[in-house]
């Protein structure tokens, strides 16, 4: 990725989609002179549970997880997120410590907008202020409906609906299957809730079963409706 490039929010093709098209075009221009780009490799922290929101974070390239770490240390994913995606704002709008933390998948490409400009927007724009309300009460649901099938699913059934999860978030608009994406076993299981070697298991029962193929971390899905067959078994 090449760092000494600096995007411009005027003329992000993400920006149609996200909240700051709910904000004027002066306005856009004075976030785009403020932010702060910054870039990170595979791996590394953007921001980390139990600190203090700096501003809001726009992914601008990469690929992003949200994580939460347990009573006993183990990692869960609870949200994937894809470029044009914004993090740490359920902090930011509570005044609170981020209760996750955001770790690059990949190398990253990540525009940190301070949190007084988010301030402003937040008390003198109404479009924006209602789009961040919105934005806050679809997280909670999609996040409690991925609690409940923990809480419920059996694990093969939660790994079919995990690739499935992946697939929808990280593909292209456009793109054609079948659907490629390097992703990590570990990373896989922190998403199902389960041990590594349970997802490699069940993986190769997939492999075997001509649903998906494996090469290294790489995974291919090959028949993404026999996944949701599988997914909404007990649905």
């Keep these: 990725m090449t760092q000494n490039f600096t995007p411009g929010c005027q003329d ?27 870039y990170y490799s595979a791996g590394q922290t ?5 600190t203090r929101p700096a501003g809001l ?7 992003v997880k949200i994580t939460k770490s347990g009573s006993d240390g183990k990692e869960q994913i609870i949200r994937l997120v894809r470029p ?19 770790v690059a998948l990949s190398d990253c490409t990540v525009c940190l907008i301070p949190k007084r400009l988010v301030g402003e927007q937040l008390s003198s724009n109404a479009l924006f202020s209602s789009a961040m309300m919105q934005l806050l009460a679809t997280s909670l649901g999609a996040t409690t409906e991925r609690m409940l099938h923990l809480a419920y699913k059996p694990v093969r059934e939660r790994l079919a609906g995990a690739l499935l999860f992946v697939m929808e978030t990280f593909r292209r608009e456009g793109e054609e299957l079948p659907f490629r994406i390097a992703m990590g076993r570990e990373d896989l299981a922190a ?6 070697e349970t997802v490699s298991r069940l993986l190769s029962e997939l492999k075997d079963m001509g649903i998906i193929a494996t090469r290294g971390s790489q995974i291919t899905i090959l028949k993404p409706n026999r996944l949701v067959e599988i997914s909404t078994m007990y649905d």
């Design 57 to 63: 974070y726009c992914v601008h390239g990469g690929r």
């Design 46 to 50: 953007i921001f980390g549970e139990g």
């Design 12 to 38: 992000c093709p993400s920006r149609p989609r996200n909240l700051l098209s709910c904000c004027a075009a002066p306005d856009v221009e004075a976030i785009s002179q403020e932010k702060i780009t910054q």
């Design 191 to 196: 998403l199902v809730g389960t041990a590594k």
């Design 84 to 102: 044009g995606d914004v993090l740490g704002y359920r902090a930011l709008v509570a005044n609170a410590p981020h209760a996750t933390s955001a």
